[in-house]
């Protein structure tokens, strides 16, 4: 078996993550728990955060350890998740004690709140989650002078910084034979129903889920495993029959009614891994191990959870070689006031997503901070706009149920639609009743040969245009 990167998901796969609970949190809880150990330590009110993680494309959940009051959550609408490389944020963590990133790799914006009938978990409707990475959202808020507490006894001020990421198994639970609806759909922090129990002790979303595992029925996992380069042996040992099991749609080599073994020659990229357990009624939840090994070497090693991701998450973008041959033309000496005009104009139409000195568009980034970066770097991202993409810009393929497929940036308008900006900068509102799969595309929704339908001389104005523009603090983006 070869191990490919997943590129093709199950009908209404991407439909479902967005609207069911699918979540996930940090590697070794050391950032999912920062809530509940970040509390403001001036009250004693203060809900504390049990654990957060992601339910789906566009929507994040944070489970309280109490009944929260909403205007907790409403106070979030409009704030900024950022996100970046976990490695970067272990540093920073390091370094600075607390959780930020300073200037981040993106954002996402949090467009709506509700609260589960409970009021235990808190529902975050979000812009699209980019990338495998850590997400932060700084949630602390000032508490006025003199304010009172809410009639739930929680006071509205939030709790400080909530982190999260995309690892985890996506878990469904099912009665008897599992032919009908599921009874619970959410998410595991790990493949072992006992590991993720602990996990998430105390949220409240999670305890429903679990209690169900008491009870004769079928449970579906479904996740991404990354296994290390080369020829690798994964095998699953589990205490209840399983049912079905594959790897990228292909079954095991050797398999029995309890464990099952793929030989992997592994690529480093995600395995799609698909797993049906049918337990009868049972003090406690079956247990399910997996671990991998070389088929040389019989020492076995538990598969940890940085190896697993949600089988939405984004596959993570392949760097493409830039072509570092000299540019076909000269790019200095262009005029820098044709070239204002030809951005702005219906020729280049570059202002119709990107914004200069606060004139144009927002479909890509802002381009006023380029003073800096060099005139064939510019002039690359223009011919080749799909080498290096802005990670909130990412380009996305919807497809509705009445069978259009729209393509472009997507953002969340509201609880209940997504705003999708195509190639013409022309935005359609689409409710999200209507997505039947929302995909992540790899290549920017900027189109390619605009240097040959503008002509050198034009090209040459409109990077003299963008180099004179005023630098700002932060790194310059990307065309």
Same mark, same amino acid.
């Given at each position: ?206 305890? =429903?889920? /679990?209690? #169900? ?6 449970? @579906?996992? &479904? !996740?991404?495993?990354? +296994?290390?380069?080369? *020829? ?51 003090? =406690?939840? /079956?247990? #399910? ?6 088929? @040389?070497? &019989? !020492?076995?090693?538990? +598969?940890?959870?940085? *190896? ?172």
């Amino acid at each position: 078996m070869t191990s490919t990167s997943p590129s093709q998901f199950k009908p209404n796969c991407m439909l479902r993550r967005i609207r069911l609970f699918r979540p996930g949190i940090l590697s070794g809880l050391l950032i999912g728990l920062l809530g509940a150990s970040r509390v403001d330590a001036d009250s004693n009110e203060a809900a504390k955060v049990v654990v957060a993680w992601p339910s789906g494309p566009m929507e994040a959940r944070i489970s309280f350890d109490r009944p929260i009051d909403l205007s907790l959550g409403t106070s979030l609408i409009g704030k900024a998740i950022h996100f970046d490389l976990r490695q970067r944020h272990v540093e920073v963590w390091r370094g600075q004690g607390s959780p930020s990133f300073s200037p981040p790799l993106g954002t996402l914006t949090i467009a709506a709140a509700t609260l589960d009938p409970e009021r235990r978990t808190l529902i975050l409707t979000t812009d699209p989650h980019p990338r495998e990475a850590v997400y932060l959202l700084d949630a602390r808020a000032s508490r006025a002078p003199g304010a009172r507490s809410t009639p739930t006894g929680v006071h509205p001020a939030l709790i400080g910084s909530i982190a999260y990421d995309l690892n985890g198994v996506a878990v469904s639970w099912a009665a008897g034979a599992g032919e009908g609806e599921p009874a619970w759909e959410g998410w595991w922090p790990d493949l072992d129903p006992e590991t993720s129990q602990q996990m998430t002790c105390s949220s409240r979303e999670h305890d =429903r889920g /679990f209690a #169900l595992l008491s009870q004769a029925g079928r449970t @579906t996992l &479904e !996740s991404l495993v990354v +296994l290390p380069k080369g *020829r690798v042996v994964l095998r699953l040992v589990c205490s209840a029959p399983i049912e079905e099991v594959s790897l990228n749609g292909e079954n095991p080599s050797t398999r029995d009614k309890t464990q099952a073994e793929f030989v992997v020659e592994s690529t480093g990229d995600a395995n799609a891994l698909f797993v049906t357990v049918r337990a009868d009624r049972a003090a =406690r939840p /079956f247990s #399910l191990r997996a671990t991998y090994r070389s088929p @040389t070497d &019989e !020492s076995e090693r538990a +598969l940890s959870r940085d *190896r697993l991701s949600l089988p939405w998450s984004p596959p993570t973008p392949l760097p493409i070689q830039p072509d570092l041959t000299p540019p076909p033309f000269r790019l200095s000496g262009g005029d820098r006031d044709r070239g204002e005009v030809l951005f702005h104009g219906d020729r280049a139409k570059c202002s119709g997503c990107h914004t200069v000195s606060a004139k144009g568009g927002s479909v890509g980034p802002d381009l006023s901070n380029l003073a800096d970066r060099g005139i064939e770097a510019i002039y690359r991202d223009i011919a080749e706009p799909s080498s290096s993409i802005h990670p909130d810009f990412n380009a996305y393929t919807v497809a509705l149920k009445d069978g259009r497929v729209l393509a472009g940036i997507v953002r969340a308008a509201g609880a209940e639609k997504i705003r999708v900006t195509d190639t013409d900068a022309k935005i359609t509102e689409i409710p999200r009743s209507e997505i039947e799969e929302l995909r992540p595309s790899a290549t920017s929704i900027m189109p390619v040969g605009l240097i040959g339908a503008i002509g050198e001389e034009e090209t040459r104005d409109i990077l003299a245009f963008l180099l004179s523009s005023t630098p700002r603090r932060g790194p310059a983006p990307k065309p």
